[in-house]
């Protein structure tokens, strides 16, 4: 019976063999075919993890986007702002100079005449006072190359009227510099003269009441006692000349030499408005029929009526002159003008 079973399965194996391998094999694809169902599960599930992620990222770079477009329409309006602060405080700064402008001429009375360029604005006032007489140049600076220190004949020792120095150098303007003596059969300025932003003798330590005035690289008036070269130097000084003593500095008056004080005399001066502003005076002396001079006290008194803040006592007497647009504009107490040193001189 046992026998009998076994030959049945033989036989029935043997007739269905060509049919089990590939059921077989079937069975192993099937198994493959599951097998790789899985990955594909994950690599579906991956993309969609990274098609939220792409999502996330639009997100995010629209949220910048935005950001950035909202920074940047934020930085516009500052820049709007900006803008206009600057104009609104140019006008304010206009208005004010206008103002102040406005309160100078006020005081000085319309001027008698006046020169007018893109580099220098020159208007020149007559200087009546009780017992004394003069003009007042003030100078706007739009250049400050314009403004120089010419020795006499441009040479170091030699000496020129302050009109030659004027047709010269085609000048506009021109006022007498500082002081200057005689070292044997040298003539030298004294103190410091700076011409084109060099010592023409070298830096020579303040004396006494001797002072340098000039002007700066940046065309503003600096003046002082300068004890050490360093402390001139700093100050960038491009042009200047020297005397004594100084009158007004920071717009307080300074205590005058009793030598000084009380004498009457032709003066020239340069001094500075807050603004900026130049004024270069010359006061006739010597002249009882015409103007007796001033003293230094008086002349104190008036700089500080004018408004101006910085005053220095350049070279005076017979040296006093004023030229404008190549006229004597003052009566020099000489009766004719007199050579010196250098001059100071206003080249449009």
């Not at 996330?56 to 629209?62: E, I, V």
Request: hydrophobic residues 35%; charged residues 20%; proline residues 4%.
């Amino acid at each position: 019976m046992k026998w009998n079973n076994y030959l049945i399965f033989v036989i029935i194996f043997f007739l269905l063999g060509p049919f089990i391998g590939p059921g077989l094999a079937l069975m192993d694809f099937d198994e493959q075919i599951h097998r790789m169902v899985i990955p594909a599960e994950q690599v579906r599930a991956g993309f969609e993890q990274v098609e939220n992620s792409i999502d996330a990222l639009h997100q995010s770079a629209f949220v910048v986007s935005n950001t950035a477009a909202q920074q940047e329409k934020e930085y516009k309006e500052q820049e709007e702002t900006i803008d206009t602060l600057a104009i609104i405080s140019q006008e304010h700064t206009k208005l004010s100079d206008q103002i102040y402008e406005e309160r100078i001429l006020a005081m000085l009375g319309p001027p008698v005449d006046s020169y007018s360029s893109n580099k220098v604005e020159i208007k020149v006032f007559k200087l009546d006072e009780l017992g004394y007489r003069g003009y007042i140049a003030k100078v706007k600076l739009y250049d400050p190359g314009v403004v120089q220190v010419v020795l006499g004949q441009d040479k170091l020792g030699s000496l020129e009227t302050t009109g030659s120095a004027v047709n010269r150098t085609g000048a506009i303007l021109g006022v007498n510099g500082g002081g200057f003596f005689s070292s044997g059969k040298q003539i030298l300025p004294i103190g410091n003269t700076v011409v084109n932003g060099k010592f023409v003798t070298g830096f020579h330590p303040s004396n006494g009441d001797v002072f340098f005035t000039g002007i700066s690289k940046n065309g503003n008036l600096i003046g002082g006692k300068f004890y050490d070269e360093e402390s001139l130097t700093r100050l960038n000084p491009q042009q200047g000349v020297s005397f004594l003593p100084i009158l007004i500095k920071g717009g307080q008056p300074q205590t005058v030499p009793k030598e000084w004080a009380t004498t009457k005399q032709p003066r020239t001066i340069i001094g500075e408005y807050a603004n900026g502003d130049f004024i270069l005076i010359v006061v006739d002396g010597r002249q009882s029929d015409w103007s007796s001079g001033v003293t230094l006290e008086r002349l104190q008194n008036k700089l500080a009526e004018l408004g101006v803040k910085e005053g220095y006592n350049l070279d005076g007497g017979g040296s006093s002159t004023m030229i404008f647009k190549g006229k004597v504009l003052n009566r020099p107490s000489d009766g004719k003008q007199r050579s010196v040193a250098n001059n100071i001189v206003i080249i449009p």
